[in-house]
């Protein structure tokens, strides 16, 4: 069982950056396509950014429109998540998770198709 691990979350005004990062143990996350997704108070989940296990492939929700990246680094077992432009509704606890293999290596917004799940990290965005 994989344990996921995320950091990098914070209080940053609006127009601002954070680099949120998920750190793996227990097994390599080089065969697993991955996912962000958040969390605001009384909502959804809601998918945010995924990317293929190698890492060549990514897509984001509608309302990313460029301001968010998502990359990986197998060798460090680690997945990332650039946050720029930030917004007040951005703000939300952010999670990563690591898909199902039994759904492939293509992108979902889905979250029953994720399997292990972090703890989240706080990421507000305000003046």
């Known amino acids: 069982q994989v344990r996921l691990v995320e950091s990098g979350g914070g209080l940053v005004q609006p127009g601002g950056s954070l680099r949120l990062s998920c750190a793996a143990s227990?097994?390599?996350?080089?065969?697993?396509?991955m996912a962000w997704f958040r969390q605001a108070p009384g909502k959804e989940h809601e998918f945010v950014a995924s990317i293929s296990r190698s890492g060549g492939s990514t897509n984001y929700g509608d309302f990313v429109k460029g301001r968010f990246t998502v990359s990986r680094d197998n060798a460090k077992n680690m997945i990332y998540l650039q946050l720029n432009s930030l917004k007040p509704e951005d703000t939300a606890i952010y999670y990563c998770?690591?898909?199902?293999?039994?759904?492939?290596?293509?992108?979902?917004?889905?979250?029953?198709?994720?399997?292990?799940w972090g703890q989240g990290t706080q990421v507000t965005v305000s003046s």
């Open positions: 998770a690591t898909r199902d293999p039994r759904y492939g290596d293509s992108w979902s917004p889905w979250t029953y198709e994720y399997d292990s």
């Open positions: 227990g097994r390599t996350l080089s065969n697993d396509a």
